[in-house]
């Protein structure tokens, strides 16, 4: 599978997040070769009470349930622009996905290094594959641009924010 193409094409998602002044994250959800969803961030922008649940994952995962196609949960691959949270990455093991893929680390927030075997059955017995860092630094730099904006709240002075400043 050509992990760049799909990442590509979720940095799509993140740019248009970004262009509409939200959070620059996006998601493409991939079976068998086919994008079958994708997710941008919402919620980041215009208030002071920011939506925490339309992650860009969870608006793909939104999708791919209402979708009316058919697909192998047991091939779909996730790629993400930044490293999915605990909110997220729980989702997605839920959906018996086999692969996340991920360009940027979210060192404040990010789930995938979770021991799953401290973890309940229903996400222990998960078997999930974890690739980081496919093209990084494009992603790092819509979040440089996003968190260098002085009018972008949301995480303004975190652990993130500073962290991708400091690149």
Not at 154 to 162: D, I, N, R, S, V
Request: glycine share 8%; charged share 20%.
């Amino acid at each position: 599978m050509n992990y760049d193409y799909f990442m590509e094409i979720a940095l799509s998602q993140a740019k248009e997040a970004l262009l509409a002044g939200e959070f620059p994250v996006g998601c493409v959800v991939v079976c068998d070769g086919n994008i079958i969803a994708t997710g941008m961030r919402k919620g980041t922008t215009g208030t002071d009470n920011p939506n925490e649940t339309d992650h860009a994952e969870m608006v793909a995962l939104k999708r791919l349930s209402e979708s009316e196609g058919t697909f192998d949960a047991k091939r779909i691959t996730v790629f993400s622009t930044l490293e999915p949270c605990l909110m997220c990455f729980g989702a997605i093991l839920l959906t018996g996905a086999e692969k996340i893929v991920y360009a940027y680390e979210d060192v404040m927030g990010g789930g995938t290094s979770c021991d799953l075997t401290k973890l309940p059955p229903l996400y222990r017995n998960c078997n999930i594959s974890i690739v980081s860092g496919v093209m990084r630094q494009k992603s790092i730099k819509l979040f440089k641009e996003y968190f260098a904006d002085f009018t972008n709240n949301y995480l303004k002075g975190t652990l993130l924010a500073e962290y991708t400043l400091g690149i």
